[in-house]
Every structure is written in C-alpha cells, then in structure tokens.
C-alpha cells in the first residue's frame, strides 16, 4: 500500500536545464582562471520549486519535457530530495547553463545554450499529461521560458485545466509569455521587475513604477495576486485591494539564481498551510533569502529558511 502523502503541488517545466555554478576569483576572456568551488545544481524555475519545496517538506510532482543524459541527471538529482518526477521525454538535451559568479563581488553572469528541440505534438503530449496529474493538487506552478517549437498558448491551456480541477495556479515567465498566460487568470503571477517590464513593454526604473504597474495589471486583467521580486530591493505584492513591500534581509549573496523560484516555493508552503497572505510573504522571502547563502542555484538548507523567517518585515503600503 502507498501510504506516501499525496503530493499537494505540481510543476510543470517545459523548458528544463541544470546550471553548472562556478565560483570565480576573477573571469575575462582569453583567461584561465581556476575555480574556487563549483557544483551542478537545479535550473528551470519550476523544477526550482520543487526542489525549495521538497526542502521545506512539502511533497511535488515534477513533470516537464527532458531530453538526453542532462535530462536523466536533473531527474536524479530531484528524486534525491524525494520529488516525484514524471518527466516526458522529446528530442534534443535538456540545457546545461554556466553561471559564472564572480567572489565577493555581487556580481554574476549566466551562458545559456541551446536546448530541447520538442515537437508541437510533444507539447501537446504534456499538456494531456498535465491533465491526468491535476486531479488530487491544490497548485499548479508554470514558468519559465516555452521552447520552440511547442505552441505559444501551452501555459494559457494549462491553467484553464487547472481552473477545471479546482487547481490554484503560479505562473512565474517573462513578456509575452507572461501576456500568453494571463488570460488564464493565474491565481498568481511571479515575475521580476525586468520581467514584468518586459511584459509591458516599458522598463520600470523604481518601486513606485512597479507597484503602479502591478496595480494595473491586477484591473486591467483581473488577476488576484501580482508578487514582483526586486532582487536586492527586496519585493513588492499587489492585490486588487492591498499592497505589500517585503524590504530583502541583509544576508551574505553568494548566487542569487534561483532565489525568485525559491520565492513562489515559500510562498505556496504558507498559503497551503493557510496563512494570510503577509505570512505566506515572509515564508517566500525567507526562502529566496536562504538561496542567496548557497553556490547552487535554488539550493537551500531547512534550517537557514526558519532562522531567517523572523527576521523578514511585510509592511503595508498604503
Ligand atoms: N542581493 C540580494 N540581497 C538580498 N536579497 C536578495 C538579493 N537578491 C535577491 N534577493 C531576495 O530574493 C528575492 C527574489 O530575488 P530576484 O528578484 O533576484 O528573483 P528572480 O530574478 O526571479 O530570480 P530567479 O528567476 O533566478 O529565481 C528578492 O525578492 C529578495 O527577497
Ligand atoms: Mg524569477
């Protein structure tokens, strides 16, 4: 008999990829440098999530197109903090990205490659997938970019599906991929200042411009909850009638990637534990701030995310 919990969340990775993190002294072209330290870690925000999520106990399944021995390898790696994993696989490998972080510097770069190379009808498969595991889930988390070839409609189509099954969905992507989502409804959206500047085709310069923007993206497409991450601004979270700005807690940045699918991961563990939505906030910051502290993208200790959720402030703008 499965006496495994059932798993309250699923995400769904179109566009999967491992980051391979290199922790430098100094880099410039025509260079050698040795790297002071380096590990494989997670990429591809959703499956992020529920590596955050598994960390802070909340049980997923993982699905998403994988392709190659990349593919093989971020399964593995996820089914080792216990994610269950129903990846489909499609032509192509699954993205092997450098992400190049220069020490005691803050400062860091990211040299992504080419990737899958799906089908529609692979896209089309997932989506059929996705359907037969949403029975049973309380939240769908979406996001991230769609790799060619697979219909630019696929998030929209997921979520619908999800509305259907009484499945709350976070859709986390970037300009038109985030407007392709929107009339879904998501129940939240996750995209960083850039990102959701890119979404209107303006750049958003300061908190004020964002929180303008999320106010009118909350009206103009109905949504409930628009969180935007600020990086080392902290965040802000708008709703049709309130208005939050989380300031980020002062820890010591390692690797920032990751830190934002960490963010939406924290934040679903407190709505599903049915804490108001300023709490949920502080659990989000708390794990975004405990990704800061390692090398791997979205990687995590338990412990650092509940020492550090007292030190996050929800403060309302009024
Ligand atoms: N340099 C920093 N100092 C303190 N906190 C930070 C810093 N960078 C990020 N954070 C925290 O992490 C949260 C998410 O960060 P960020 O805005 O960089 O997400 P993101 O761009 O979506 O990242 P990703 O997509 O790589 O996961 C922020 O809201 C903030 O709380
Ligand atoms: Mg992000």
Redesign the pocket.
Known sequence: MNTAPAAPVLTVTPNTALDRCLLVPDFALGKTVVAKDATLAMAG?PA?ASLVLARLGVPSIATGLIGGKSGARMVRMLERDGVDCRFLRCPGRTRVNAVIIKEGT?LQGTVTVPSLHPRQEDGERLLEHVRSLLPGRRWLVLGGSLPEGVAPDLYVRMIEAAHEHGVRSLL?ASGQTLLNGLPARPAII??????LGAALGRTLRTPVEVVDAARQLCGERGLEVVVV???????ICVTPTEAWR?P????E?IN????????GAGLIKGLLEGLALPEALAWG?AA??A??LTLG??DCRPEDVTRLLPRVRVEPIV
């Open positions: 925000k992020d803050g986390d996750k995209p960083n200042q850039v990102e991450t600020l990086g080392a601004e902290g965040s989380i980020p807690v002062p820890v940045v920032t990637a990751g830190a934002g699918d960490a963010f910051t975004a701030s990704v800061l993208t979205a």
